[in-house]
């Protein structure tokens, strides 16, 4: 069985010789050898359960959703970038399923001095393989392990990652002086002409807390093996972790023999929901009345529709003509334009559904389709279209934000927007506050409301039916796409569902108004009789 190297002994988990004798007689050798893969082994980490069905069911697992395949093209395109941190460097380009060829890739370059660093390694120990994403070569035979990722700071589970490569490594023989986390840095202020990778990727030194995880893997590791080799998986019910930090590709299986009104489907403080299914409560309905719940809460557990006696003064605050309006932005992890930073919203996209005082509807619209810097043109066009009357109808808070980040960017129109914002009314905090049905399943999100209250819009009928696929798709339509035909397929996707969100502010304004005026009218014939 391998060891560590002799000149590292003394850095083993459990601490020197006593570490290592607990490390070698681990009998790894002795279960069956399912091969573990770092990816199995985070799975494991987040549940057992979960990795059990990754081996041995995996068709029983969710398709990913293009929500999750989003937040994995934009990992790979980061990771590609930070290779450019490191040149000259080799790519061992052999995939997943060419695991042997890429060990013996991987092995020849580890012995050429002449290669700086590595990237996608393939390691090899104890039927667990995991892939690097960049070992620097610090000096002859000694390495630094670099992780990737595309978030903007060290989360806890990130150094599980590491742990696991840096387990591999060490065990297959290699000294490895550092493991160090590489995350993008919000901080950086791109200028324009070639991106600063120096600025853009904060490298930080995580050594310390990844081996003072070592002997908790080892043990997570035999656990797992022994696991796998049952008959049955193991026996954990459904819960947060779950979620957490990605939601499980078995959830569907998992819960598809729940209830309905599941407990774990109230919204609200997970704590207290924990609390609930830890005294035998299942079910929404079954939590006693003396349990105390927030509104949104209670409101889901009366499961009836409720309309607030106010319900109706706001909505005959607005004043004519009604605005709705609509932002579309995108977060590039890398910034393509000057003066702006990673991940910070750059508005591409507006849509205004104008109601007149008749009754009669125009529609505004703005889509930038080259790719220029737009926000100056798209914000004196979105000024032009809301005029200086009227209210403008918005859902949360994000126009706002949007808004205000134009007015210090163009100070010469900051006081234009300013008033626009003064103008702003949020149809998402009145529904909030005044206005529930049981088909909103605790959620007031616009892809939940909606389609609740008029089913024809649903975003389910859509091409693009999320904001995250609306800026992954202008992306690429911008930047990547060259056939023409497939940009204005896209671009005429683009502008269904940015309408969709400001037409369908028109008809939820239009509906509550029907259903707030009836209450307002059976109240006062009540009151009369």
Request: with cysteine; net charge neutral; charged share 25%.
């Amino acid at each position: 069985m391998a060891a560590f190297p002799v000149e590292d002994r003394s850095s083993c988990g459990t601490g020197g010789l006593a570490g290592l004798s607990f490390y070698v007689t681990m009998h790894f050798s002795t279960l069956h050898p399912v091969r573990l893969s770092k990816t199995r082994f985070l799975a494991g980490v987040q549940c057992l359960k979960r990795l059990y069905l990754e081996v041995h069911a995996p068709e029983l697992a969710a398709a990913v959703d293009a929500e999750r395949q989003i937040m994995l093209d934009m990992g790979k395109e980061v990771g590609e970038k930070a290779r450019e941190r490191f040149p000259g460097g080799q790519l061992i380009k052999e995939s997943h399923r060419q695991t042997e060829a890429a060990l013996h890739r991987t092995a020849d370059l580890m012995r050429d001095v002449s290669v700086p660093a590595i990237y996608e390694g393939a390691f090899l120990w104890q039927h667990i393989v995991v892939r690097a994403d960049i070992l620097e070569r610090v000096d002859g035979d000694r390495w630094r392990l670099i992780e990737v990722k595309a978030a903007t700071k060290v989360k806890n589970g990130y150094l599980d990652d590491l742990a696991i490569q840096e387990l591999v490594i060490r065990g297959a023989g290699y000294v490895l002086e550092q493991c160090c986390l590489m995350h993008v840095n919000t901080e950086y202020v791109y200028q324009g002409g070639e991106v600063d990778l120096s600025q853009l990727f904060t490298i930080v030194d995580v050594t310390a807390a990844v081996r003072q995880r070592r002997s908790q893997v080892i043990r997570q590791v035999r656990l797992m093996k022994t696991m796998l080799q049952r008959p049955e998986p193991p026996a954990i019910e459904p819960d947060d972790h779950c979620h957490t930090p990605y939601t499980c590709p078995f959830w569907d299986h998992c819960t598809s023999g729940k209830p309905a009104r599941w407990i774990h489907r109230l919204p609200g403080s997970r704590q207290s929901i924990r609390q609930l299914a830890a005294r035998g409560i299942e079910t929404i309905d079954e939590i006693p009345v003396t349990v105390p719940l927030s509104l949104a809460q209670r409101r889901v557990k009366d499961n009836v529709e409720w309309i607030s006696p106010d319900l109706l003064t706001h909505l005959q605050a607005l004043e004519h003509p009604i605005h709705h309006l609509d932002f579309e932005t995108m977060m590039p992890a890398v910034p393509i334009y000057a003066n702006t930073r990673p991940y910070r919203p750059i508005p591409v996209q507006w849509s205004n559904h104008i109601e007149m005082e008749d009754g009669s509807i125009r529609h505004d619209e703005y889509l930038a389709e080259q790719a220029s810097d737009p926000r100056r043109e798209l914000t004196e066009a979105l000024l032009r279209s809301l005029g200086d009357r009227g209210s403008i109808c918005v859902y949360s808070e994000y126009e706002r934000h949007v808004l205000l980040s134009l007015g210090e960017l163009f100070p010469d129109l900051r006081g234009a927007i300013q008033r626009v914002v003064q103008r702003l009314w949020d149809l998402l905090s009145v529904i909030q506050q005044h206005y529930y049905h049981p088909a909103f399943n605790g959620s007031f999100s616009m892809k939940s409301v909606l389609p609740a209250l008029i089913p024809d819009l649903s975003y389910s009928r859509l091409v693009i039916g999320h904001g995250a696929l609306a800026s992954a798709t202008y992306k690429k339509m911008v930047f990547e796409e060259t056939d023409l035909v497939e940009r204005l397929r896209m671009a005429t996707a683009l502008r269904e569902y940015c309408g969709r969100d400001t037409w369908g502010m028109v008809e939820l304004r239009r509906i509550l108004l029907a259903k707030a005026m009836h209450a307002y009218s059976t109240q006062a014939r009540g009151s009369d009789s």
